[in-house]
Nanobody
Framework: QVQLVESGGGLVQAGGSLRLSCAAS????????VGWFRQAPGKEREFVAATTWTGGNTYYADSVKGRFTCSRDNAKNTVYLQMNSLKPEDTAVYYC?????????????????????WGQGTQVTVSS
């Protein structure tokens, strides 16, 4: 099991930027794909972005494509979500997650059941 702790959330105006970080400890973090999900009040948790264990391949939800960048630094056991051009509809609690298995190809998991470890979440609020 891997433990994940998110940070970097906060309040920002529309059009602004934030960078979320997710620090990992426990099992070999660098061997597993990681992803970001978010949940807005009254809505279901939705996929945002994910990257393979090498960071060489990424996958984004259409709603954030071109604005968000998911990356990782395995030497620091940390994954990042750079969020630019933020919109009020990006307001949510953001969670990072580690995959529950290893894929040996370039497949990027992006469904919640494919992730087995979750952080506690960090609030992002975008004001209009």
């Amino acid at each position: 099991q891997v433990q994940l702790v998110e940070s970097g959330g906060g309040l920002v105006q529309a059009g602004g930027s934030l960078r979320l970080s997710c620090a990992a400890s426990g099992r070999t973090f660098s061997s597993y794909a990681v992803g970001w999900f978010r949940q807005a009040p009254g809505k279901e948790r939705e996929f945002v972005a994910a990257t393979t264990w090498t960071g060489g391949n990424t996958y984004y939800a259409d709603s954030v494509k071109g604005r968000f960048t998911c990356s990782r630094d395995n030497a620091k056991n940390t994954v990042y979500l750079q969020m630019n051009s933020l919109k009020p509809e990006d307001t949510a609690v953001y969670y990072c997650a580690a995959a529950n298995k290893r894929w040996l190809n370039d497949y990027v998991p992006h469904n919640a059941p494919e992730f087995g470890s979750w952080g506690q979440g960090t609030q992002v609020t975008v004001s209009s």
